[in-house]
């Protein structure tokens, strides 16, 4: 699933080449469950003949601005994938929505599973309010030792499931909650309340440097199924705890273990990452 990195990335990727491009048609919408508070004609209108101004990132969310207000808001969910290509390209398997720009270029939404969802805001206001319902602070750019001890002071509850909740901080998910936990050496089904002050900043300080590493290298293309489409990342080469059960622990040797919290795989070195406070 993409995360922050990943999103990062392709706000990265996209920005120089899309800015300043005018929409010349919106089409390819065979699934409009994906688009929970417009539609492609909707889109149409809204778009058509509008020029791209910004490509920007909130948590997981891609946000596309436009010079007459609108914004655009893609959420890739499990596997959706926003791609630029030729216009003349043949439609990949599962596009469901296709953006055509002057210059002959197609931003396309392919989404096997089809859990991605596309938003349409009409100004930086409506965009702002759906985001501040949803979202915490962001993980990468508002997120630091203070704020993060703050956000954790007196909560209850799991350190890695509150890491998990976009409410709480956005953009971090199960890969990148359990790459900064086996940094800063802490068990994931720790309670928030029992970390001490050090812990919580040792926290902060491993959720940042998981993510700049990540972005580093161009995100994560983990699947368990090995068939990741579009230009692969290179961060699944270097994970020291996610899906690496069994596997020896990079800084102490002791086999990585995987438990299930919540329904989701949490992986953790079982010798530097102990349940109690040490
Ligand atoms: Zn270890």
Known sequence: MPELPEVETTARTL???ITGRRVTGVRGVDWPRMLP????ADMQAALCGHTVTEVDRRGKYLLIGFDDEQWVMVHRKMSGNLLLVPGE????????LVVALEGGEDLRLVDARKFGRVYLFHGRDQLDEFLAERLGPDSLLELDEKLLAAKLHKRKGRIKTLLLDQAFVAGVGNLYADEALW?????PLRSAESLSTREVY????????????GIERRGTSFSTYRDSDGVPGENQEFLNAYGREGQP???CGALIRRIV????????????QKLRSQ
């Open 249 to 251: 622990c990079p800084r």
């Open 15 to 17: 920005r120089p080449r």
């Open 261 to 272: 919290i919540g329904q989701r795989s949490a992986f953790f070195c079982p010798k530097e």
């Open 37 to 40: 508070n417009t539609s492609e």
């Open 89 to 96: 390209m043949p439609l990949e398997a599962h596009t469901h």
């Open 202 to 213: 040792r926290l902060a300080r491993a959720i940042k440097a998981v993510l700049v590493m």
């Open 183 to 187: 940094e800063a050496r802490l068990h």
